[in-house]
Nanobody
Framework: EVQLVESGGGLVQPGGSLRLSCTAS????????LSWVRQVPGKELERITG???????MYLDSVKGRATISRDNAKNTLYLQMNTLKPEDTAVYYC?????????????????WGQGTQVTVSS
């Protein structure tokens, strides 16, 4: 059974930081393109960062300089470090695993997805 389980979300004050983790099982983690995708109610899925199996990364302009994605293939775990959080970062954050390349725009109909973790940035 394929599983991706996100953790680390919660309530954070503006300017704060958080680290999300996503632990995967049931598929070959190391060969997949991995992403963090967020969604605000009523809006489209937004892929904010991704990392190839070789470690090459991409970041959406709105998070560039504030977000760092990393993967530990030995632990089947994906991470997202986000700093200087803003209220507009409030969303449900999903980790996604796609093979061999991500779909654009992102869709939950392709690849493997976690259940999501809520991140709320508010004072």
């Amino acid at each position: 059974e394929v599983q991706l389980v996100e953790s680390g979300g919660g309530l954070v004050q503006p300017g704060g930081s958080l680290r999300l983790s996503c632990t995967a099982s049931g598929f070959t983690f190391s060969t997949h393109y991995l992403s963090w995708v967020r969604q605000v109610p009523g809006k489209e899925l937004e892929r904010i960062t991704g990392i190839t199996r070789l470690g090459n990364t991409m970041y959406l302009d709105s998070v560039k300089g504030r977000a760092t994605i990393s993967r530990d293939n030995a632990k089947n775990t994906l991470y997202l470090q986000m700093n200087t959080l803003k209220p507009e970062d409030t969303a449900v954050y999903y980790c996604a695993a796609e093979d061999p390349l991500p779909r654009w725009p992102p869709t939950k109909d392709f690849g493997y997805w976690g259940q999501g973790t809520q991140v709320t940035v508010s004072s």
